[in-house]
């Protein structure tokens, strides 16, 4: 079975770039995930989406950044304009809904990390 | 509130030996709770969940913790330890508030479990 799909794995720009990340989650998951991670800051939940619809972007740190989800099959996370202190590994996850409850009593599915450098 | 705190930041046994990787969380509304690995260069992965049913949960690689609502833990533990475990772990909390329909979902700072040979 395939899994989340991030693109790209590794990105290096300089600072004032747009950035585009993907991510295309699990057929049939209904929840997606995005996460930045650093080691400063360790694994910090930026915004979740259910049925494509952001449900909780508080962790979003600041208008440069914005994500969408078109589509149940595709997300992507943009920053614009980028800084150094974007450089992280941003993780996007998916999860379904298997249990009346809401999202919190289902796992979540991780792709492997987009790595991103702003020089 | 909620809070999820793991006392180690990094923990270190030998091949064979058991494993304790301590979480201490605080919630005001019943809690789901789950540990995750993350191997290098890799995602999380979901080792195992507490979502009110039994106590003690077992997960993957032998791994499994026990929720002890009394004491606001959630230890993850193995009783003997693999070359292959050596990762990054987490525990998350993650629950409903009340007259929310969203949760939150807090993650752990991470425990890195080395393995010494």
């Known amino acids: 079975d395939a899994g989340v799909i991030q693109s790209p794995r590794h990105e290096v720009t300089e600072m004032g770039q747009e950035v585009t990340l993907r991510c295309k989650p699990i057929?049939?998951?209904?929840?997606l995930f995005w996460y930045r991670q650093t080691m400063m800051r360790g694994l910090e939940l930026l915004i979740y989406?259910?049925?494509?619809?952001?449900?909780?972007d508080s962790g979003m740190p600041e208008d440069r950044f914005s994500a969408k989800m078109p589509n149940a099959s595709f997300s992507t996370l943009k920053i614009q304009p980028s800084e150094p202190r974007d450089s992280a590994v941003y993780f996007c996850?998916?999860?379904?809904?298997?249990?009346?409850?809401?999202?919190?009593?289902?796992?979540?599915?991780f792709g492997d990390g987009t790595r991103l450098s702003i020089l | 509130a909620q809070s999820v705190t793991q006392l180690d930041s990094h923990v270190s046994v030998s091949e064979g030996t058991p494993v304790l990787l301590r979480c201490n969380y605080s919630?005001?509304?019943?809690?789901?709770l789950f540990w995750y690995v993350q191997h290098p260069n890799k995602g999380l992965q979901l080792l195992l969940k507490?979502?009110?049913?039994?106590?003690l949960v077992k997960g993957i690689n032998g791994f499994e913790a026990e929720f002890k609502k009394s004491e606001t833990s959630f230890h993850l533990t193995k009783p003997s330890a693999h070359m292959s475990d050596a990762a990054e772990y987490f525990c998350?909390?993650?629950?409903?508030?009340?007259?929310?329909?969203?949760?939150?979902?807090?993650f752990g700072s991470g425990t890195r479990l080395s393995i010494r040979p």
């Open positions: 996850a998916s999860s379904s809904i298997l249990y009346v409850g809401g999202v919190g009593n289902q796992p979540q599915h």
């Open positions: 057929s049939g998951h209904d929840y």
């Open positions: 989406f259910n049925n494509n619809v952001p449900i909780d």
């Open positions: 919630s005001s509304y019943s809690p789901s």
């Open positions: 507490y979502t009110s049913a039994a106590t």
């Open positions: 998350v909390v993650s629950a409903i508030p009340g007259g929310s329909s969203a949760s939150k979902i807090i």
